[in-house]
């Protein structure tokens, strides 16, 4: 993996800006993303000299607190596909990209739902990993109805088209945002991997300056890692994993028994909770309010409040 110039974290909004950091708004829409707990999250990142995330998803926490050497995986290969273009500034997908606004900006309001579902035809009928199929992934993740990622038995991405970005003016800014320069900035400190969490664990040799942000698939009916299920015993994979790990590590997840069970009374751990606010609910298949937990193997003291 190539590695980047180390620098110090700094983790309130003065000393990134006085320090050089440039915080970037996360480059897709990402379901479970935590963007919106950022307030709780970024005041508790340890200063380190290396950063990983083994879920990377997203990316928020990394676009907007890190700046040193970050290590970013994820077992979806599309997900990592995208980000390695935006890195590479690849031509063959920006010019797709280009492609679908151009015909977005001449269409009607009522016909825009029939490019979305052309691009989702399209990825569906694709299963290998290709810059085309990268480009479209894109764009069903700024469209799609609440930004949900979701696959039939068979494996075809089936959310609908959200109706209400039918007006949206921004599509072009969006896509001209993956080549800007703080997004450039933010991709050359990044090194990019596709692999089981495990896998991508065992690649390092790890050292009690790192600090690893995890946020891996929920503990619940509608996780999904990739297509499969994240089930109960990649749970325990992982938190075998996390009481090894020699650097300082965040776990952000939602709180449920498995969960409870799983960290809650190591001694060596901290677990804090705090109310969050879902702002989907699809076809009422989960509460909107949900009870999230912290837990980190140093001291993040965290005050009870709400995110939404």
């Not at 607190?65 to 970050?70: L, M």
């Not at 280009?98 to 009928?125: F, H, T």
């Not at 945002?177 to 596709?194: G, Q, T």
Request: hydrophobic share 35%.
């Amino acid at each position: 993996m190539p590695v980047s110039d180390a620098a110090e974290v700094r983790t309130t909004s003065r000393e990134r800006t006085d320090c050089g950091l440039t915080p970037c708004r996360p480059l897709l829409k990402w379901p479970g993303g935590k963007r919106s707990e950022l307030p709780l999250i970024a005041p508790r990142i340890p200063e380190h000299s290396r950063y990983f995330e083994p879920f990377f998803g997203g990316g928020s926490v990394y676009f907007d607190s890190i700046d040193s050497e970050s290590y970013a995986n994820d077992l979806h290969p599309d997900l990592m596909e995208f980000y390695r273009c935006v890195k590479h500034n690849d031509e063959r997908f920006f010019k797709r990209l280009y492609s679908v606004v151009e015909e977005w900006e001449l269409a009607p309001l009522a016909g825009r739902d029939a490019i979305y579902y052309e691009c989702r035809k399209r990825y569906n009928a694709s299963t290998i990993t290709t810059v085309q199929r990268a480009a479209d992934f894109f764009l069903l993740r700024e469209l799609a109805y609440g930004g949900m990622f979701r696959v039939n038995a068979n494996g075809d991405f089936n959310v609908p088209f959200g109706r209400a970005y039918a007006k949206n003016k921004n599509l072009r800014e969006k896509v001209d945002h993956l080549r800007s320069d703080v997004v450039a900035a933010k991709m050359e400190h990044l090194s990019l991997s596709a692999l089981d969490f495990a896998d991508f664990l065992d690649c390092f040799e790890f050292r009690q300056e790192d600090f690893m942000f995890v946020d891996p698939p929920y503990d619940s009916s509608f996780s999904k890692y990739d297509t499969l299920d994240f089930a109960e015993q990649d749970q325990r994979r992982l938190a075998e994993a996390l009481m090894q790990f020699t650097g300082r590590f965040m776990l952000v997840c939602k709180a449920t028994p498995l969960i409870e069970d799983l960290y809650h009374g190591v001694e060596h751990l901290r677990v804090h909770h705090y109310e969050y606010q879902y702002k989907f609910n699809i076809k009422g298949r989960f509460s909107r309010s949900s009870t999230h937990a912290m837990i980190t193997n140093y001291e993040a003291a965290l005050v009870t409040s709400e995110a939404s």
